[in-house]
């Protein structure tokens, strides 16, 4: 009985933060499985993580679409090009040794944090126009319209990889996602925030169908899920009502701070097993 309220309290912080910055909170909570659940296999842990992932992300989709804040265009088109990467890293997380797969995180991680707070990722910049790039005007639910254009082969190309990092790591990829649409796009933040998550929906739940055929998403694992999604379903829409008050900027802090922490937890459990 205390495990499982653990694990509803802690679907709750995860749903909520997660849904703030976009990231589904699998980044919290696969380092969170890796200590909770040492005998654990990477494969089980990452079908956990994607399972409440995907919960998640549609609860916090729905919040953030009566916000208007969803480019589901974008989202589309990004979701459909990550398909290949997500199973590809769904069927590859079962050939990664534990000690390695803990040790890749935590540097990808601590890479991600780096390039999350390096120089002026918000900077304004004017729309691309030219052959291949795409050109949104959006506007959202208090009337407000933003103008921002993308080169669609780099859109593709980072979904593409960051299918195969989500289902790797089992971390649903707004981790990664998140910073780069914001910094390589110039997506407006809250837009890049409410798509990933919009994305990661079609992600996780791809990588969970693929987990749930390979039998590594058993009975236990459903469990778990089931415990952590009744307080992260709720959490997601906490989430979604908290972003409307948070700056950007801040946004991009809070990501950076949390994954310095964990990055480093798990390299150090990667080299002196600690």
């Given at each position: 009985?205390?495990?499982?309220a ?5 679907g709750?912080?995860?749903g909520?933060?997660?849904t ?8 919290v ?13 990477p494969e ?20 953030y679409g009566?916000?208007?804040w ?11 090009a ?5 199973v ?15 040790g ?6 601590l890479?991600v ?20 790039i ?19 082969w ?13 289902s790797l790591f ?31 929906a ?7 169908v ?15 899920i089931?415990a952590?999604?009744v ?8 989430g979604?009502?908290l972003?409307?008050r948070?700056?950007g ?11 310095v ?11 002196a097993?600690?």
């Open positions: 009985m205390l495990e499982l653990g694990l509803v309290l802690l709750l912080v995860i909520t933060y997660g703030i910055i976009g990231a589904g909170g699998g980044f909570l696969v380092p969170a499985l890796l200590m909770l659940y040492p005998d654990s296999e089980e842990v990452t079908a956990v993580s994607l399972g409440v992932v995907f919960l998640s992300a549609l609860s916090g989709s729905a919040g009566r916000q208007r969803i480019d589901y265009k974008t989202g589309l088109l990004f979701a459909v990550s398909a290949p990467g997500v590809a890293g769904a069927l590859l997380v079962q050939f990664v040794p534990e000690r390695l797969f803990t890749l995180f935590g540097v990808m991680l890479g944090a780096v390039v999350s707070l390096w120089g002026r990722p918000l900077a304004i910049r004017e729309p691309l126009r030219g052959r291949g795409i050109r949104r005007i959006v506007s959202d639910a208090e009337g407000r319209q933003y103008v921002y254009a993308y080169r669609i780099q859109g593709l190309t980072l979904s593409l990889g960051i299918g195969v990092i989500s089992g971390i649903g990829g707004g981790v990664i996602h998140v910073p780069a649409m914001i910094m390589l796009l110039h997506i407006p933040v809250q837009f890049a925030v409410a798509t990933s998550l919009f994305v990661l079609f992600m996780s739940g791809g990588a969970s693929i987990h749930l055929t390979t039998g590594t998403l058993g009975g236990d694992e459903a469990a778990k089931a952590l999604a307080g992260a379903v709720p959490g997601a829409q906490l979604a009502r972003a409307q948070i700056k900027r801040s946004v991009l802090i809070l990501l950076a701070s949390a994954i922490v964990l990055g480093f937890r798990l390299l150090l459990k990667a080299v097993d600690v």
